[in-house]
Structures are given as structure tokens and as C-alpha cells.
């Protein structure tokens, strides 16, 4: 079955330093790929998409291009802040089977100050 | 605030009982979603509802159920509660049943004592 890997957390950071978590995937078909966030307390929230091969997503200073070829997924930010600190999540989309996502485990991102 | 609400945020109740958990999707949104998110399972899919009607399952206990009302609010019923269903229960909706984004609510935490 489809299925998401991610790296294991936990990732700590200094503030302003470069973030990298990796996610790859196996998946018939062509899932679109999903990056969702939790913040202590509370709950998901999409922080960006992507549909097809090639495609990039970001929002917030955060990227992750859609890698057909190597299947991944990998989350990027140029310059973390304290307010990252978060447990961020990869996901797809099993389409073929209503529209379910399908989650890794999630990576705990701590930024300190 | 994603606009899908859910209700109570914390419960608290005692093996062998039975509780309803919540779900109004946002505004003009068609599917609903039942996700369970406890330490050992991690994220896990439990089931989808379209329009009123069960369109996919995941796994998802038969001392669950769930259903979908006109108004397109979901409840999700679980039954003769264990300890193990401990854990914090997410609803998502998105507008129709295929690769759209969905959308999470805050959640509900279950604790079974």
C-alpha cells in the first residue's frame, strides 16, 4: 500500500539556521503531496501542496518540491525562528480510495533561541 | 482558524462507556473525514463520508461508527471504550471527494480511564 517516510525527529535548530526535513514515498498513481504543521496544543494545519511532478510548493518562507524520480518530498526553510518549533507532518493523497491522506510519523522541529 | 469546528475538545470517561464526537465541516464543503491520532498508531485514516454517504473506510474498529446528517455535520460514535482508544480524534473536510485539500479541525481529546 502507499506509504510515507519520514525522517526522525527530534530535529534542533538554532535560530536562522537552514532546515531540512526529508520525506519520501511509495504510491501507485500520481498522489499529490501534502506538508501539514501542529503546533503544541493545537491542531493540522496545511502548510503547503503540490499536485504533479516538479511542482513546488511553499508558503512561509517554507519549500518542498514534488520529486517524481527520486519519490520525495523534502521540506525546506532558509532561516528557522523560535515560532517553527512545531511537529511537522508529510502526507499524500490515496485518491484511488476516496481522497484519504496517508501520514508519516511526523518530525519534532525545536528551535532555540 | 481552518473553519471546521469540533466538539467537545476534551472528554474524559471510563472503560466500557460510549461517547459522540462532533465534526461541522467548513462552509460549502461536501466531505468529511475521521482521522485518529494516538503515540503507538501515529495518524491514522478511519473513515470518509460524501454528501451523507460512507465513501471510504480505513481502519477503523467496528466499536466505531460514524455518520454524515443532512446538514452535513458528522458524528463519530465510539463503544465500549478501552484504554487504547485513548488519543486525539481530528475531523477534515474538503469541498468534494477528490484530490482537494482537506482541511483539519482543532480536534477532541479522548482520555479513557
Known amino acids: 500500500g502507499n506509504s510515507v517516510t519520514q525522517m526522525e525527529g527530534p530535529v534542533t535548530l538554532s535560530e536562522e539556521a537552514f532546515l531540512t526535513i526529508n520525506c519520501t514515498y511509495t504510491?501507485?498513481?500520481?498522489?499529490?503531496l501534502f506538508w501539514y504543521v501542529q503546533y503544541p496544543g493545537e491542531g493540522l494545519q496545511l502548510l503547503l501542496k503540490?499536485?504533479?511532478?516538479?511542482d513546488k510548493g511553499s508558503n512561509k518562507g517554507f519549500e518542498a518540491t514534488y520529486r517524481k524520480e527520486t519519490t520525495s518530498f523534502h521540506l525546506e526553510k532558509g532561516s528557522v525562528q523560535v515560532s517553527d518549533s512545531a511537529v511537522y507532518f508529510c502526507?499524500?493523497?490515496?485518491?484511488?480510495?476516496?481522497?484519504?491522506?496517508?501520514f508519516g510519523a511526523g518530525t519534532i522541529l525545536r528551535v532555540k533561541s | 482558524d481552518s473553519g471546521v469546528t469540533q466538539t467537545p475538545k476534551h472528554l474524559i470517561t471510563a472503560t466500557g462507556q460510549r461517547v459522540t464526537l462532533r465534526c461541522s465541516p467548513r462552509s460549502g464543503d461536501l466531505s468529511v473525514y475521521w482521522y485518529q491520532q494516538s503515540l503507538d498508531q501515529g495518524l491514522q485514516f478511519l473513515i470518509q463520508y460524501y454528501n451523507g454517504e460512507e465513501r471510504a473506510k480505513g481502519n477503523i474498529l467496528e466499536r466505531f461508527s460514524a455518520q454524515q446528517f443532512p446538514d452535513l455535520h458528522s458524528e463519530l460514535n465510539l463503544s465500549s471504550l478501552e484504554l487504547g482508544d485513548s488519543a486525539l480524534y481530528f475531523c477534515?473536510?474538503?469541498?468534494?471527494?477528490?484530490?482537494?485539500?482537506?482541511?483539519f479541525g482543532p480536534g477532541t481529546r479522548l482520555l479513557v480511564l
Open positions: 477534515a473536510s474538503s469541498v468534494g471527494s477528490g484530490r482537494e485539500t482537506q482541511y
Open positions: 502526507a499524500l493523497s490515496d485518491w484511488e480510495y476516496g481522497n484519504k491522506l496517508v
Open positions: 503540490a499536485t504533479k511532478a516538479d
Open positions: 504510491a501507485t498513481g500520481y498522489p499529490s
